[in-house]
């Protein structure tokens, strides 16, 4: 391995600069061949150019290349990789300068583009004109603004907004998309990827519906907020999910504080936006439960115990107490955005209400047949139970 000229690259190095844990390594390599690296004990392993698993650390090892633009979309490339390819070559096809500095072995950072400079001043710069040829790349820029907190540089807001414009965002797959959305809905500030992904008209391109929610500059503030509350407090993704789809919602503060006392049963288009996306079941699931519900939970101590026992049971928090802890968990960070102050007595009700609901025993229906009457002496216990023993 020692003969073979390889450098540390992308994400690694950026994170290491920026002091961040390192997940994954990547290398390149350098005026090698695939016969080479094959002889050295790398397995291959890539299958539209030629990547390779070191023999002992299986971190990923791929021979320096150079890209041409054969088609639309991510996958629209043809690679050209031979010992001729260079690193500052290899390094010019990158998508921003932080993710084009490359570290040797013996410890010297290669920075051709000024990577480092720009992680110094927290800016995201295109390395070159071809940042518009790949897509993803500004679904990608938008989510290190809330992982990383980096600012877009203007120009390369402008390759944005033009790659956009081509519609090519609507070659990616659902899975590509939506694995970007989730990534910055974990970041630090996840608003600021809503604010980039609305700049260069990303937001609306995804998916119109998701722009109902901040043609209200009021309503938008509201729902950037809660996603960054919800970052704060390290909510779970499912929980960060069903905020996100708040941006389906026209007035989010009406839905809670005009609230008429009854279950709510509100259709949202939330669903198709996560059906698109190929969001899983859980988080779709999670998302419906939060957009049906979210004025009645935020509400439930205006509710009578009939209406909390039929609450809790829409939210399947006897089956599901996982999920029941999640969508209260972002509602309430959803009402405290609103009301600027904590909502925990609504929730607290909920919590201790689901606790008295699973403690009752159901011994004595054993012999009765009807399923309705056996349906309706359950909720009346229910109700009894919550009657002796809910504080409000």
């Known amino acids: 391995m020692n003969k073979l000229s390889h450098y540390l690259v992308g994400g690694a190095v950026r994170d290491e600069l920026l002091g961040l844990p390192v997940a994954d390594r990547d290398f390149v390599v350098i005026?090698?061949?695939?016969?080479?690296?094959i002889s050295n004990g790398f397995m291959p392993v890539g299958r539209d150019f030629p990547v390779f698993l070191h023999p002992h650390t299986k971190e990923e090892y791929a021979l320096a290349r150079t890209e041409r633009k054969t088609g639309r979309g991510h996958q629209g490339f043809s690679f050209h990789a031979d010992p001729s390819v260079t690193l500052a070559e290899d390094l010019a096809r990158r998508d921003l300068t932080i993710n084009a500095i490359a570290k040797s072995s013996e410890d010297e950072f290669?920075?051709?583009?000024?990577?480092?400079?720009?992680?110094?001043?927290?800016?995201?710069?295109?390395?070159?004109?071809?940042f518009v040829e790949d897509p993803l790349r500004v679904l990608r820029v938008c989510r290190f603004t809330s992982t990383l907190n980096f600012d877009i540089h203007p120009d390369t807001l402008k390759l944005m907004i033009q790659l956009v414009n081509t519609d090519e965002i609507n070659d990616l797959s659902p899975e590509r998309i939506w694995s970007e959305i989730l990534k910055g809905l974990m970041g630090k500030k996840p608003s600021r990827m809503?604010?980039?992904?609305?700049e260069c008209g990303a937001l609306n391109a995804i998916n119109s519906s998701l722009s109902n929610g901040v043609h209200d500059l009021e309503n938008k503030k509201v729902i950037c907020e809660t996603l960054d509350l919800a970052a704060t407090k390290n909510l779970p993704i499912e929980?960060?999910?069903?905020?996100f789809c708040l941006l389906t919602e026209y007035n989010v503060e009406k839905i809670i504080r005009e609230y008429i006392p009854k279950i709510s049963k509100r259709k949202t288009v939330a669903e198709s936006v996560l059906n698109q996306l190929k969001a899983t079941k859980s988080q779709t699931k999670t998302s419906m439960l939060l957009l049906g519900h979210i004025d009645s939970i935020l509400n439930a101590a205006k509710l009578t115990n009939e209406q909390i026992v039929d609450l809790v049971m829409h939210l399947d928090?006897?089956?599901?107490?996982?999920?029941f802890e999640k969508i209260l968990d972002a509602a309430a960070t959803t009402g405290q955005a609103v009301a600027g102050q904590s909502c925990t007595n609504h929730v607290r009700i909920l919590i201790v209400s689901l606790k008295i609901l699973r403690s009752i025993k159901h011994n004595d229906f054993a012999k009765i047949d009807s399923t309705s009457e056996i349906n309706e002496r359950v909720r009346s216990a229910r109700i009894i139970a919550l009657d002796k023993e809910l504080t409000r």
């Open 31 to 37: 005026g090698a061949s695939v016969e080479e690296m």
């Open 194 to 198: 809503i604010d980039s992904l609305i």
């Open 110 to 130: 290669i920075d051709p583009f000024q990577g480092i400079d720009d992680i110094k001043n927290k800016v995201l710069r295109h390395v070159s004109a071809a």
């Open 317 to 323: 928090g006897l089956r599901q107490p996982e999920r």
């Open 239 to 243: 929980a960060r999910v069903a905020i």
